[in-house]
């Protein structure tokens, strides 16, 4: 079977290609990238006019729930926000319940996704035995299952020594750690961030060197073991600085934003909106500015979702006891694209930290247009501005600070290997 994409902008920086082009599809995979006009007249054709056709987005930071959580999501609702949201794989963490620490739980994950999923699912698996930061997890068999990665992510490993075994366990089955680095001494009670805000509002408070330090240590252990360190959703001006620093270095690091780092600031805290409680917490404007200027100079490699849904009762309480997170799938390609509106970055630049960064930090398939690659591709609008209402998210969370907020780029169609699995607003 032939399809052929018709008349669309491609933007593709994994194959270094913008412009004018048709994009064929046969048997599921990329068959070729033609100019205008030039494909074969026996493809069934999609005008795709006026349209961006990119890589896949890939989210390497999702929370799907699924086991133990599916009141709050599962892998069948998690997927369709993705591909609501343009995005074609995730990479979802380990702090479901059981915890995905054993082969077990990595194999019932990827059944779910392979029987109700509409995505393609890569789970991470724990760096710790049920994420106590204790005891080893059983990582041969978590490699053995098909994991991605591994990481502790929403608990932080404070033993040293047992990062340090986890990385060097990591090199041997050539998987990347990825990290969740908050001194939780530091962040004791704290709720938001440590500024004039929370002075204010007399909120317990976390200072962002708590971030800093963790980073410190674990690109310390990372030079140490020889172990590839991911570091996950950065949010202050010190975590850029310390990346900056150990890049320099020739430390094996990459690193990740979200887009509530660049587009917020506690400043949204005032309202004691509980969706706007997330962990680590947003930070001053010096700090979102410095999250911005580490993605332009190539510090922050990926931007990711950190899709956190929650119920409602647990948003529906006292800030200091609201659940942290954001439902992020479904607005992460859109506030991304906010930043070529404001003209911080290039559109290929963004689509960059979207596709092909993700795809090479933790080695998945995907990320390019390449001839003979899986045909994951999104299409979207850039010059269509939509209005979110979480109500209508296809994500079981509605927990986004981002309700009512006008956003650019309008998903139009997201395809997963070869075939349609969302347009206009439904999925396929």
């Known amino acids: 079977m032939k399809l052929l994409l018709k008349g669309g902008t491609v933007v593709d920086p994994g194959g270094g290609q913008s412009g004018p082009a048709d994009v064929l599809i046969e048997n599921g995979v990329i068959s070729d990238v033609l100019s205008p006009g030039a494909g074969p007249k026996d493809a069934d054709v999609i005008d795709v006019s006026k349209m961006t056709i990119i890589p896949g987005v890939i989210d390497i930071h999702t929370h799907l729930r699924e086991p133990g959580f599916e009141y709050k999501e599962t892998v069948a609702s998690g997927t369709r926000a993705a591909a609501a949201g343009g995005v074609t794989s995730v990479a979802c963490m380990a702090n479901t319940d059981p915890v995905n620490d054993n082969g077990q739980i990595t194999e019932y994950i990827l059944e779910k996704a392979e029987t109700t999923g509409v995505v393609r699912v890569y789970p991470v698996g724990a760096v710790s035995r049920g994420l106590s930061g204790e ?40 998987l990347p750690v990825i990290s969740h680095s908050e001194d939780m001494s530091l962040v004791a009670d704290g709720v938001m961030n440590e500024g004039f805000v929370s002075t204010e509002l007399g909120l317990p408070a976390n200072p962002p060197q708590a971030e800093e330090i ?28 310390v990346i900056r620093r150990a890049k320099e270095r020739g430390v094996a690091v990459t690193a990740e934003t979200c887009p509530h780092y660049f587009t917020l600031t506690d400043d949204a805290v005032r309202t004691f909106d509980t969706n706007t409680k997330v962990n680590p917490p947003l930070r001053s404007e010096e700090d979102r500015r410095a999250v911005i200027e580490g993605l332009k100079d190539g510090t922050i490699d990926v931007i990711a979702s ?73 299409i979207v609008d850039t010059g269509e501005d939509w209005t979110v209402d979480p109500r209508a998210f296809f994500s079981k969370g509605k927990n986004s600070p981002f309700a009512g907020r006008s956003v650019p780029g309008r998903v139009k169609m997201t395809i997963v290997a070869g075939s349609i699995v969302y347009r206009e607003g439904a999925i396929v």
């Open 306 to 378: 950190d899709h956190a849904p929650h119920d409602i009762v647990e948003k529906a309480v006292e800030f200091s006891y609201a659940a942290s997170g954001i439902s992020g799938l479904e607005t992460l390609l859109s506030l991304s694209l906010q930043l070529v509106r404001d003209g911080e970055m290039t559109l290929f630049d963004v689509v960059e930290k979207l596709t092909i960064a993700p795809a090479r930090t933790l080695g998945l398939a995907g990320g390019t247009l390449a001839t003979g690659v899986p045909a994951d591709l999104t």
């Open 214 to 241: 963790m980073i410190f240590r674990d690109v310390t252990l990372a030079q140490l073991t020889g172990a590839r360190l991911h570091v996950a959703h950065i949010s202050t001006a010190g975590g850029v600085e």
């Open 135 to 174: 005891v080893l997890a059983e990582i041969g068999e978590l490699a053995a299952a098909g994991v991605c990665a591994l990481s502790d992510d929403g608990h932080v490993i404070s033993n040293s020594d047992l990062m340090r075994r986890g990385m060097e366990y990591a090199v041997t089955f050539d």
